[in-house]
């Protein structure tokens, strides 16, 4: 598991010393950052998305948890219904959605539940066919039901999304240069044990 003790000298053990602290500050450090923006709120205003009819966000990011607002077939730059029946203002309330991950750094393979609320829920098998052109892999939990929609809309469709945890390139090299240096921990430290007043003498003169 490491060297052998007799090769080793106070400076060697020193050094080993000062990575094994090291380590320690880089893996206390990618902890922090990894959970700096946990419980922190933020609002998200998407800008190619249709503004809002009431007094609510797009969304709103809680740590890395993104909750959307229900989006409506509106087009986003007339903030009307598009016309051509449920399939079309489906298709519109998707793509809203997607204007709205996009602009909180996120996107369709993101989102882990879906809310789908119908005019009418015959209408379920028309939406449901646009719907997986969406999500074609690993799709998302989600819940439908029928109830009366605002604007006179025959479908809304509202999302929460998880971004993925942040890659940390420095933390990832830190890691690796402190398993590098984990078969020597033990061997420094017990050399330090059995030699520590040669050590000492020697960082004293």
């Known amino acids: 598991m490491g060297r052998n003790l007799e090769g080793w000298n106070w400076r060697e053990a020193l050094m080993a010393a000062v990575a094994v602290l090291a380590c320690a500050a880089a893996n206390s450090n990618a902890s922090a950052d990894g959970d700096a923006d946990v ?22 990011r809680a740590g890395r948890t993104i909750y959307l607002s229900g989006q409506l077939g509106l087009d986003p730059v007339s903030n009307t219904l598009v016309t051509g029946g449920v399939e079309k203002e489906a298709e519109q309330a998707l793509k809203n959605i997607g204007a709205v991950l996009r602009a909180a750094g996120a996107n369709y393979s993101d989102v882990v539940k879906v809310t789908a609320i119908f005019a009418d829920l015959k209408d379920f098998a028309a939406v449901n066919a646009i719907y997986a052109r969406y999500f074609p892999q690993d799709p998302p939990a989600r819940t439908g039901f029928q109830a009366e929609i605002p604007a006179g809309a025959l479908v809304e469709l509202e999302a929460i999304a998880v971004l993925p945890p942040p890659t940390n390139n420095t933390g990832n090299g830190s890691n690796a240069a402190c398993n590098t240096s984990a078969s020597i921990i ?20």
């Open 39 to 60: 419980g922190q709120r933020s609002v998200i205003f998407a800008p190619d998305a249709p503004r809002p009819l009431a007094p609510y966000s797009h969304a709103i």
């Open 186 to 205: 033990i061997p420094a430290f017990l050399f330090f044990l059995r030699h520590a007043s040669a050590v000492h003498l020697c960082i004293k003169y």
